[in-house]
């Protein structure tokens, strides 16, 4: 059996195996065939239905220096804002008008928002909207820490991993982070009974296929109900100014062996994609992906969250955002649906 047909039926691969598969990922027909078989499972499991989610970028204050970000600690130019409690609830109330039944509360790693404060702001959350998810994308906290939000009504948190591999996780971050907590991070989170989003970079300097081998068998590892991938994208203010990005013909192959590894997953058309290509998230959803996730953040604010150059949707207003989303999945032949959007067990 060759490598495609036995990813396809095993939904798994040994690391050999997956350097294999991935060496050829510039095969058209090998790409096809993966495509095929990601659309059939997405189709099985979740329909023509597209998830929402609606991002609140809330903080840009961070206490970390991830070499590849634009909100890193280091970054002096970077404008800093956070929003206040009613800031957050506004774009809340704003987004249920427009049908969002997920928000996404990312931010960095701010010490300002100490874990009574963010309990504070999910409890407001989940009184105001009982019928809604909470998502939290806030960092690396202690297992007490994810306990008490979970207590507080969060139902689902983004942790990308970055890397599951050792060496690379140490030629993108500086050595008090260290792979080994987030991973631990991930698995608390998981033991809370979360809903838990991992993920990685596509073409991260230094990244080789070896590197993102190490991130599939993790993933199949860790389950996770969600995996948010994007292309590498350089942020001038960073060491990595003039490295290449990331390709999209590469993320749209891993979208669709990680929709065959995992077929229930929840799998977002990235922001970082539609940067990289104008049709982007279309070709995602093409490829297996089945969440987008528009932007509810004020406007006002948006430009600042840069954790990457040219990022997109940072002039529109959410209504605006959520039309042209709209328009852009129906396009691509899906249709976007005002629901939770859980995972499947």
Not at 126 to 136: E, F, K, N, V, W
Not at 186 to 212: R, T
Request: aromatic fraction near 8%; charged fraction near 25%.
């Amino acid at each position: 059996m060759d490598i495609v047909a036995k990813l396809i039926e095993n939904h798994e691969l040994s690391r050999e195996e997956y350097i294999e598969l991935l060496t050829d990922w510039e095969n058209p027909e090998v790409s096809q065939v993966l495509t095929e078989a990601a659309v059939r499972l997405r189709k099985q499991y979740y329909g023509d239905k597209v998830y929402t989610r609606g991002l609140i970028e809330f903080t840009n204050y961070c206490k970390n220096d991830c070499y590849y970000c634009g909100i890193r600690r280091g970054n002096s130019h970077a404008k800093r804002y956070r929003l206040s409690r009613e800031e957050i609830l506004n774009c809340c109330e704003n987004g249920y008008a427009l049908g969002f039944r997920t928000f996404v509360l990312q931010g960095g790693e701010d010490p300002y928002y100490t874990d009574e404060r963010m309990a504070d702001i999910v409890r407001s959350i989940r009184s105001g909207y009982p019928d809604c998810a909470i998502t939290l994308s806030i960092g690396e906290k202690s297992y007490e820490s994810y306990k008490l939000f979970k207590e507080a009504g969060a139902n689902r948190y983004l942790l990308r991993h970055e890397t599951a591999s050792e060496e690379l996780y140490r030629r993108l971050h500086p050595e008090e982070m260290l792979l080994s907590h987030r991973k631990q991070c991930l698995y608390d989170l998981k033991a809370l009974g979360y809903q838990v989003g991992a993920g990685f970079m596509v073409g991260s300097p230094g990244q080789k296929m070896e590197h993102l081998a190490e991130d599939l068998i993790f993933l199949k590892e860790l389950q996770p109900q969600m995996v948010g991938i994007g292309p590498f994208i350089p942020h001038h203010e960073t060491r990595f100014a003039n490295e290449t990005a990331g390709s999209v013909d590469l993320t749209l192959f891993l979208l669709s062996v990680i929709r065959i590894l995992l077929p229930k997953v929840l799998l977002p058309a990235t922001t970082a994609l539609g940067t990289m290509d104008p049709l982007g998230r279309e070709k995602g959803l093409a490829a297996g992906a089945n969440v987008v996730m528009p932007n509810l953040s004020p406007v006002k604010n948006r430009k600042q969250y840069d954790l990457y150059d040219n990022k997109i949707c940072t002039g529109e207003e959410a209504a605006e955002c959520r039309g042209c989303l709209e328009r852009r999945v129906l396009s691509a032949g899906y249709r976007l649906v005002a629901e939770r959007g859980d995972a499947l067990v």
